[in-house]
């Protein structure tokens, strides 16, 4: 089973740095990919970040790429998202997603079969 819990949130000025956690509390969690995806107010949640089972392989949206990094520690059952150079834009509730890994690439998340996390916000100002 798997329980994600996101952590790292908060409010920044734009230009700044947040890094944010997602623990898993299973103990499977390197049978995943894991990704990161975020929802502005008003707005479909929308796909950030992913990195692979092995943590060997990265897919970002083009919006966040040179910006962001995705990174993940299996021995810690976490993965990680450094978001430098924040924009105003980049507010958003952020969620930490995980499917299992070899069925799908990393740009491909099908929701029904798509763990989530509760969210955590963050606010960059201008």
């Known amino acids: 089973q798997v329980q994600l819990v996101e952590s790292g949130g908060g409010l920044v000025q734009a230009g700044g740095s947040l890094r944010l956690s997602c623990a898993d509390s299973?103990?499977?969690?390197?049978?995943?990919?894991m990704g990161w995806f975020r929802q502005a107010p008003g707005k479909e949640r929308e796909f950030a970040a992913a990195?692979?089972?092995?943590?060997?392989?990265?897919y970002y949206v083009d919006s966040v790429k040179g910006r962001f990094t995705i990174s993940r520690d299996n021995g810690k059952n976490t993965v990680y998202l450094q978001m430098n150079s924040l924009k105003p834009e980049d507010t958003a509730v952020y969620y930490c997603?995980?499917?299992?890994?070899?069925?799908?690439?990393?740009?491909?998340?099908?929701?029904?079969?798509?763990?989530w996390g509760q969210g955590t916000q963050v606010t960059v100002s201008s």
């Open positions: 990195i692979n089972w092995s943590g060997r392989s990265t």
């Open positions: 299973g103990r499977t969690f390197s049978n995943y990919d």
């Open positions: 997603a995980a499917k299992i890994r070899f069925r799908s690439g990393l740009g491909i998340w099908p929701y029904d079969n798509t763990y």
